[in-house]
């Protein structure tokens, strides 16, 4: 049965930094690995030549080069890819912000004007498919630091750190089960 998770990205060894002032401006870089699971699939049960595997990946590349914030992208085979993406903008503003797509969301923030917060939170993947990944071989693991002088409302961080006003929190992620990270700032 193939993936339902057509145009979807998973995270793998990566690291996720985000640092966000009190006003809404933010930055946000991602470093690592993004996986296309249907083409590792696909070339994992002999479905896919080598010539519509270049088709696939001239797709993905293409879908993934849209967004401005890329600034590194290329293919390493197995339907991996390694990217460098970095945006800087203001969540008060854009009201949200979603990497990398609505359809595969691995991190994403809201503002709620209500209650003068913003919520970042990791995406995740659906229990569903979690088995077929790791028939695969898919391994999600990784780093996310958010730095911020703004209050925390809740979070769900491994570490916490207040160090000269600045909040500090980081997240290590060792499996694709691991609770999906969240904090609440305002």
Request: one cysteine or more; glycine letters at 8%.
């Amino acid at each position: 049965m193939p993936f339902i998770l057509v145009g979807c990205y998973l995270p793998e060894s990566f690291a996720i930094d985000i640092s966000m002032e009190r006003n809404g401006d933010y930055r946000m870089s991602y470093r690592g690995l993004l996986v296309q699971p249907t083409i590792t699939e696909a070339l994992l049960d002999g479905s896919l030549d080598a010539e519509a595997e270049k088709e696939k990946v001239a797709i993905v590349l293409a879908d993934l080069k849209r967004d401005s914030g890329v600034k590194q992208l290329s293919y390493s085979g197995r339907g991996v890819f390694k990217i460098v993406y970095e945006r800087s903008s203001n969540i008060i503003r854009d009201k949200s912000f979603v990497f990398v797509r609505r359809n595969s969301r691995i991190l994403e923030m809201f503002f709620y004007k209500d209650s003068n917060t913003v919520e970042i939170r990791g995406g995740f993947v659906p229990d569903r498919y979690q088995e077929r990944l790791n028939a695969l071989g898919y391994q999600m693991t990784g780093t996310i630091n958010f730095r911020t002088k703004a209050g925390i409302r809740s979070h769900n961080a491994a570490e916490f750190k207040n160090e000269d006003g600045e909040n500090r929190l980081h997240w290590e992620i060792k499996s694709i089960t691991d609770p999906v990270p969240n904090v609440i700032v305002g």
